[in-house]
């Protein structure tokens, strides 16, 4: 059946402290991680370090080279502030500046646009030591001085800045709980003046770039991590977490208006902006940048197996773990996106969605490559993406596939979120988290479906060097009507947020049992 493709760069990404190692190599600096797992602090014992990660700094070219594999048009990578400026300011290290320089121009060189995030979570220890890091508000200019580095050196070859990754995350998990380096136990305040400092830094950055006389068109946004919640309580949730409402008005709305929304700033004690500060920070996203992962839709089920389901509890070596996260259901890929595009009006980039196969299902090397689950996530959720620009007009110009390769989770290697696995087994002990692993590399199944699905249905609005067939082939097709898929949860009812959706779109959402993937794929070629 003929399909139209649609404008879309699809791709993956990652980040330099989950991916790199080479932590001690090429004049880099210390970062928060380094100085703590140096000192012996872990977040439980045998959790595994990121000094070798996946060895990403030392096969960096293999890695990129997946995406022309795959026939990706989109990456998103980190960079590290202390290979760049490992004093936190001051002297740049030119070895780091390469390194990027030259990871940048192979990007291109496979056929995909690059999105560069400024940081992700791994702050110089030079910075923490001088001024305690994002809880001053001294990071301010600190990492506005960074970002100009990145700029003068990288600007000519980047157009799709993101300035912190997810800042709620980064202050809530390294700040105040504290489950990441720097391990720093602070108050709820400090967790707010994080974020306020955050939200200050990333204006701060975008008004000294749109003043620069080379800017040749730099786009920026603030990625965030958003839950999709319908019925939605608002104001009346318990928590930030509970509520999209309540996350759009804290991650977002400043950014976009200037301003906490009221209903944060009625029910939580965060700082205030100056009249000068909101006039800094409103519209310095130019467009909307969403890591989404959660969808908590009329009380129904995760899909594929996640939160509640008793096999997937998350077996690390941790006896306070919690059940498997993500929720995932399809439902919110479409109704999380046009959401936020119906309340900002900007283009959209999904900076980040996946899946991670719970750690019962994948023992070994071999299991990890034979994702099922991965496989059967893309299958529901692929049309859905395409959904959003076909059905609902949103103007969706990227999505990134959280990640490409495994990586390192911040205090474990037992979630493997790749789509490419990376073996991080002891040949000695078959044991995860030893440091011990071969590190080898294999494409899994969820990359090829990805390939042909995507690599089928898009054309890059970036450039033409692939060109999309305008049929499914008969590979895709045989995989979206393949598997076993779980019952489907209660049907939307119409909930605070509820997204009016078309009859093919309807259809997709609401079918159940193993006839979901087939019907979902009939629907997306109507």
């Known amino acids: 059946m003929a399909n ?66 795959l026939g990706a048009t989109a990456y998103r990578f980190s960079v590290s502030w202390p290979r760049i400026l490992p004093n936190c300011t001051g002297t740049v290290n030119q070895e780091g500046v390469k390194f990027y320089s030259d990871l940048i121009d192979e990007v291109r060189r496979q056929g995909a646009e690059p999105y560069l995030t400024m940081f992700h979570w791994d702050l110089p220890q030079a910075c923490q030591d001088q001024f305690q890091g994002f809880q001053s508000d001294k990071i301010v200019d600190a990492f506005a001085n960074y970002a100009s580095v990145l700029l003068d050196n990288f600007g000519s070859k980047i157009t799709y800045f993101l300035t912190l990754n997810e800042p709620r995350a980064n202050c809530d998990f390294c700040v105040r709980q504290p489950q990441f380096a720097p391990f720093t136990t602070t108050s709820d305040d400090v967790f707010y003046q994080c974020m306020h400092n955050s939200i200050l830094a990333h204006g ?45 008005q804290w991650y977002f709305d400043p950014c976009f208006f200037g301003d906490y929304g009221a209903d944060m700033k009625a029910k939580f004690p965060l700082p205030t902006f100056t009249a000068e500060q909101q006039t800094l920070i ?146 000695a002990t078959g044991l995860v988290n030893t440091d011990k692993g071969s590190l080898k590399r294999q494409i899994k199944q969820s990359a090829l479906f990805m390939k042909e699905f995507f690599g089928n249905n898009t054309v890059s609005p970036f450039n033409s060097r692939r060109n999309a067939t305008t049929t499914v082939s008969t590979t895709t097709a045989a995989m979206l009507t393949s598997s076993s898929v779980p019952s489907e949860p209660a049907t939307a009812s119409g909930g605070t947020q509820a997204v009016a959706t078309n009859s093919k779109t309807s259809d997709a959402e609401r079918v159940v049992g193993t006839g979901l993937a087939a019907l979902v794929l009939g629907a997306f070629l109507l």
């Open 4 to 69: 139209t493709p649609v404008k879309l760069a699809w791709g993956f990404g990652g980040s330099a402290m989950q991916m790199e190692g080479g932590w001690n190599q090429g004049g880099k600096g210390l970062n928060v991680f380094d100085a703590a797992y140096s000192a012996g602090r872990q977040a439980y014992a045998g959790s595994g370090t990121p000094f070798r990660a996946a060895d990403h700094y030392n096969k960096w070219k293999e890695d990129i080279g997946y995406l022309g594999q």
């Open 204 to 248: 701060t950055v975008v008004q000294a770039a749109r003043a620069r006389k080379d800017n040749p068109g730099w786009k920026f946004s603030l990625p965030s991590i958003t839950d999709w919640h319908d019925p939605d309580p608002g104001a009346g949730a318990g928590d930030v977490s509970g509520s999209t409402i309540l996350q759009a």
């Open 282 to 427: 409103k519209g310095t996203c130019d467009y909307i940048a969403v890591n989404m992962y959660n969808s908590d839709s009329n009380g129904g089920g995760s899909i594929p197996p996640g939160e509640g389901s008793p096999y997937t509890a998350q077996e690390v070596q941790d006896p306070t773990a919690l059940q498997y996260w993500p929720h995932p259901n399809p439902e919110g890929t479409v109704a999380l996106p046009l959401f936020l595009y119906q309340r900002y009006n900007k283009e959209v980039v999904i900076t980040e969605m996946g899946y991670h196969v719970p750690r019962q299902q994948e023992s070994t090397f071999a299991q990890a490559v034979q994702d099922d689950l991965r496989v059967q996530y893309w299958q529901l959720n692929g049309p859905q993406v395409l959904s959003l620009i076909k059905d609902h007009g949103v103007p969706l110009t990227a999505m990134l596939a959280w990640s490409l390769i495994d990586n390192y989770e911040f205090e474990t290697y037992e979630f493997r979120w790749g789509h490419i696995a990376v073996d991080y087994w002891d040949p």
